[in-house]
T-cell receptor, first 116, second 112 residues
Framework: AQSVAQPEDQVNVAEGNPLTVKCTYS??????LFWYVQYPNRGLQFLLK??????LVKGSYGFEAEFNKSQTSFHLKKPSALVSDSALYFC??????????????FGKGTHLIIQP | EADIYQTPRYLVIGTGKKITLECSQT?????MYWYQQDPGMELHLIHY???????EKGDLSSESTVSRIRTEHFPLTLESARPSHTSQYLC???????????FGEGSRLTVL
């Protein structure tokens, strides 16, 4: 079974400060890892993914994430937060192989609030 | 912009009514998914399809049913809606195992 934990329901950051949204995962074997963002009353938008290779992945809107295999983490980061980054962020995981659906397993989401 | 569309965006109906939520994508993706999401909460996979005439139930048990008669179309049906079905339903499509999913805007269903 695969699972994702996002330990913080909400993260508050002042505009211009760096931000981190935490994600840890559990999966058999190697993982595919994803970050999505959801604005109010909208669907999810893809931000970035880790498949293999470089542990630091760069994505849309200046976001990046670092894959840490020993800590089974995939934290989302941005050097300088914008008020427009305020949204609900989801981490998701999928095992490279295995039975069952290959739909992503999502974390419960983290509300990111950027204060002006 | 992802080419995946859901209708209706919002639906308020009475208990016992039959409803169908439509989902269409123009990207030629074989894989399509339905997720259920309570407002501001996590997503739960309820149905998926790997292609025409392929449908499977997901991790979360659901009284809804789906069909996949055409590649681009993956409708979800509730034969008799109940208040417990009130939720947001998100449709997604994708390619391969490592490809990202593209999501529709969602259908928010309220059953009175």
């Amino acid at each position: 079974a695969q699972s994702v934990a996002q330990p913080e329901d909400q993260v508050n950051v002042a505009e211009g400060n760096p931000l981190t949204v935490k994600c840890t995962y559990s999966v058999s074997g190697n993982p595919y890892l994803f970050w999505y963002v959801q604005y109010p009353n909208r669907g999810l938008q893809f931000l970035l993914k880790y498949i293999t290779g470089d542990n630091l992945v760069k994505g849309s809107y200046g976001f990046e994430a670092e894959f840490n295999k020993s800590q089974t983490s995939f934290h989302l980061k941005k050097p300088s937060a914008l008020v427009s980054d305020s949204a609900l962020y989801f981490c998701a995981v999928l095992a490279h192989s295995g039975g069952g659906a290959d739909g992503l397993t999502f974390g419960k989401g983290t509300h990111l609030i950027i204060q002006p | 912009e992802a080419d995946i569309y859901q209708t209706p965006r919002y639906l308020v109906i009475g208990t016992g009514k039959k409803i169908t939520l439509e989902c269409s994508q123009t990207m030629g993706h074989d894989k399509m998914y339905w997720y259920q999401q309570d407002p501001g909460m996590e997503l739960h996979l309820i149905h998926y399809s790997y292609g025409v005439n392929s449908t499977e139930k997901g991790d979360l048990s659901s009284e809804s049913t789906v069909s996949r008669i055409r590649t681009e179309h993956f409708p979800l049906t509730l034969e008799s809606a109940r208040p417990s079905h009130t939720s947001q339903y998100l449709c997604a499509s994708g390619w391969g195992r490592a490809g990202e999913l593209f999501f529709g805007e969602g259908s928010r269903l309220t059953v009175l």
